[in-house]
């Protein structure tokens, strides 16, 4: 059983001692209080019963007939860091409970056991793992905001993809890189066909609509290592790395078909421009300005794609 199951299930405690008079008084305590309580008179009768589940205490006699309690809770900790262990003691082995403390005891309770101190460890111990509980879900939830905010910052908020702002500071990284590893970088620049008039017609609402599908159908369509993003209104730009341009051609074909038949009307269609470093660009600026000039002459045409013919 996963040890943070059995801790979700509620209170449960452990009870190691050879005195079963004392085990017996003691379980029938914390049963009346709702826990799931179980008992062990030795140490490896203990170490079977840690072996099918977690509890949340563990109270250990410092003196057990086959092992020293230490030794147990050791071996308690290795299975279940997040047992508290009470330790158990007389007088004479006060050192040795101290000792245990030391070694990961949350507490010790001196014999003859006042069960008052005892229920009062007890959820001592309770408590502290509940508000450590609380620590790690406050913690969780403020990553989890970070992320989200992180991602708002970086993200189209209509498209899911990257925005303009975050695509040119990836676009710099990547042509940094490119120039270092001395590999081809190519970039397509994507226009939405007609999208004004697709908007007139039927509406800002379906002109969101078929955006988000251009952006799925682009996302679909794109190796994991491809950085797509959102670079104007109706105007998609997709960062190719180890890519040369005529391969970047042969992708921006397939995605240009595959955009037509992702949209409900078929007149809908988009236009790529193509540019490729170092071909064409030298940096990250001339490199949008050559895919953007190459969008052009496939604006004029419109449904299809064109490239810079200087470069190869």
């Known amino acids: 059983m996963n040890s943070n199951d059995a801790i979700l299930e509620g209170p449960s405690l452990l009870i190691v001692d050879d005195d ?7 379980a029938d305590i914390f049963r009346e209080k709702g826990y799931v309580v179980q008992v062990a008179h030795d140490g490896k009768e203990a170490e079977d019963k840690l072996q099918e589940r977690s509890y949340r205490v563990a109270l250990i006699d410092i003196k057990l007939p086959d092992m020293e309690g230490t030794e147990l809770l050791r071996r308690l900790k290795e299975m279940h860091p997040e047992t508290d262990a009470i330790m158990i003691t007389g007088y004479a082995t006060l050192e040795s409970s101290i000792e245990a403390m030391r070694e990961g005891a949350f507490a010790y309770v001196l014999k003859p056991l006042a069960m008052d101190e005892v229920i009062a460890t007890v959820e001592r111990a309770l408590e502290k793992q509940h508000l450590a509980m609380e620590v790690r879900k406050a913690l969780t939830r403020e990553r989890e905001d970070k992320e989200y905010y992180r991602l708002l910052s970086i993200t189209d908020g209509l498209t899911g993809v990257y925005n303009r702002h975050h695509f040119e500071e990836l676009l710099a990284r990547e042509i940094a890189l490119a120039k270092r590893y001395r590999y081809d970088l190519s970039l397509l620049m994507i226009d939405l066909d007609h999208f004004k008039e697709y908007n007139d017609t039927y509406g800002h609402l379906a002109g969101d609509g078929a955006l988000r599908q251009i952006a799925r159908t682009l996302k679909g369509m794109c190796r994991e290592v491809d950085i797509i993003a959102r670079y104007g209104g109706e105007e998609f730009a997709i960062l190719m790395p180890f890519t040369r341009k005529g391969d970047a051609a042969i ?7 595959a955009a037509a038949q992702a949209q409900p009307q078929p007149w809908l269609t988009v236009s790529i421009g193509v540019a490729a470093y ?28 064109c490239f810079l013919e200087k470069g190869g």
Request: contains cysteine; proline residues 2%.
């Open 20 to 26: 079963k008079e004392l085990c017996q008084v003691i």
């Open 278 to 305: 170092p071909g064409d660009a030298q940096d990250g600026g001339q490199l949008i300005a050559g895919a953007d000039q190459a969008l052009y002459e496939a604006k004029r045409v419109r449904n299809r794609v």
């Open 251 to 257: 992708v921006g074909e397939r995605l240009r078909g």
